[in-house]
């Protein structure tokens, strides 16, 4: 990591320094690779530990640097992509996407909110219950995002033969059963929102933390066959438009899940 004369600079010391650092993690660094302390970092640079300290928080909201306990500062990999209006159209847990199965209730454990509700066209009321998957996706050992499934039982009727009443291999039977179904399309939405404590939890962010909420409606011939509730890390991720590039703005309340 090479040294910068910032007197002269016009720009904000920690600015022009942020973009310096950031040209060092390209060029000198690999992903996990942890950085000089601060007093050695700011002793090269030049510049007081408290204008380091600033360019190093700027570089963490931007993803490229990662704090971790026990570690210190280490280079952060690469975003990852969240697809949106994507022309692909798959069911949750067809392929091998970075997603882990993590817990499953049981159809009559709890009631999805309202919103989700809504979402699924009624079911989850009266004689119609909701299976909830719990899913968490990782990248280079990271949680990156945790995601709730919400499945009705109409669309997995042959799971009650399945002998395993919650955790790990209750998720994967949920979602072996979902791909028995044809998938006619998906639609998608991203809002920004601010990580709720149990999201907050398994992401390693504070609560109130920026995160992405991509929801996921799933189609079949019948209707909604499932709605997908994921929460990412803001810091960790981008957004991708596939080979259409269509994006639709729209302003609407978000879908608490």
């Given at each position: ?109 709890a009631l999805p909110s309202a919103a989700v509700l809504k979402l699924l066209g009624g079911a989850g009321a009266g004689d119609q219950p909701v299976h909830t998957v719990r899913r968490t996706r990782v990248s280079h050992g ?52 601010s990580a709720r404590a149990d999201d907050a939890k398994e992401l390693d962010r504070l609560p109130g933390a920026p995160v992405l909420v991509v929801t996921t409606r799933y189609f079949t011939a019948a209707g909604t066959a ?32």
């Amino acid at each position: 990591m090479g040294t910068t004369q910032l007197e002269t600079v016009p720009e904000p010391k920690y600015w022009h320094l942020k973009t310096v650092l950031s040209e060092a993690l390209d060029q000198d660094f690999a992903v996990g690779e942890v950085l000089p302390n601060e007093r050695e970092l700011a002793a090269r640079f030049g510049v007081a530990r408290a204008t380091l300290r600033q360019a190093l928080e700027q570089l963490e909201l931007e993803g490229r640097l990662q704090r971790r306990r026990g570690v210190g500062t280490t280079v952060a990999p690469p975003r990852v992509g969240v697809a949106v209006g994507s022309t692909g159209q798959s069911w949750p847990g067809e392929s091998v996407d970075g997603w882990e199965a993590v817990d499953a209730d049981p159809a009559d454990a709890a009631l999805p909110s309202a919103a989700v509700l809504k979402l699924l066209g009624g079911a989850g009321a009266g004689d119609q219950p909701v299976h909830t998957v719990r899913r968490t996706r990782v990248s280079h050992g990271q949680a990156v995002a945790a995601e709730l499934l919400y499945v009705p039982a109409a669309s997995v009727p042959g799971l009650s033969a399945i002998d395993a009443p919650a955790g790990p291999a209750r998720a994967r039977a949920v979602l072996r059963e979902l791909q028995r179904l044809a998938l006619d399309g998906q639609d998608r939405s991203v809002e920004l929102g601010s990580a709720r404590a149990d999201d907050a939890k398994e992401l390693d962010r504070l609560p109130g933390a920026p995160v992405l909420v991509v929801t996921t409606r799933y189609f079949t011939a019948a209707g909604t066959a499932a709605v997908s509730v994921a929460t990412y890390r803001a810091d960790t991720c981008r957004l991708t438009f596939g080979d259409s590039g269509d994006v639709e703005i729209t302003h609407e309340a978000r879908v608490a899940s």
